[in-house]
């Protein structure tokens, strides 16, 4: 069974001081924990493939969260994949959310739809 995962964590949101960079950090290495215990059955790999851990983002910048996505390989409609977000988000309309990645030059929310990113996903299996 091919099982990816990326993992993205941010704690960085516009006047917010919650939830702290520890608890973010505390939740994301226990996801690297799992994947490192490959013995457990859990098998889950990077989004490259190979033998590639899954990629575990913090703050990220928009443009790192794509080259992530679109370095993507090996990924088809049978790949079972995992997108874990922790961190805040907005509604946007009645059908979408905005991840808040961190904070851009201005002080304001870096985001990225999450229809952007299950998007990407989905053209990678195709």
Not at 10 to 22: F, H, M, N, V, Y
Not at 64 to 79: C, F, G, H, P, Q
Not at 83 to 111: C, M, P, W
Request: hydrophobic content about 35%; aromatic content about 8%; charged content about 30%.
């Amino acid at each position: 069974m091919d099982r990816r995962a990326l993992i993205v964590g941010s704690w960085l949101a516009k006047g917010r001081k919650e939830p702290t960079p520890q608890r973010i950090k505390s939740l994301t290495n226990r996801w690297k924990k799992l994947f490192a215990n490959s013995d457990r059955g859990f098998r889950f790999r990077g989004l490259r493939g190979g033998r590639t851990k899954p990629e575990i983002l913090h703050n990220p910048e928009v443009a790192e969260l794509t080259r992530v996505l679109e370095n993507s390989k090996d990924i088809t409609a049978n790949t079972e994949l995992m997108f874990y977000f922790v961190g805040h988000s907005t509604a946007v309309g009645n059908s979408d959310i905005e991840l808040i990645l961190g904070l851009n030059q201005d002080k304001n929310d870096r985001t990225y739809k999450l229809s952007s990113c299950l998007s990407m996903f989905t053209e990678m299996s195709r």
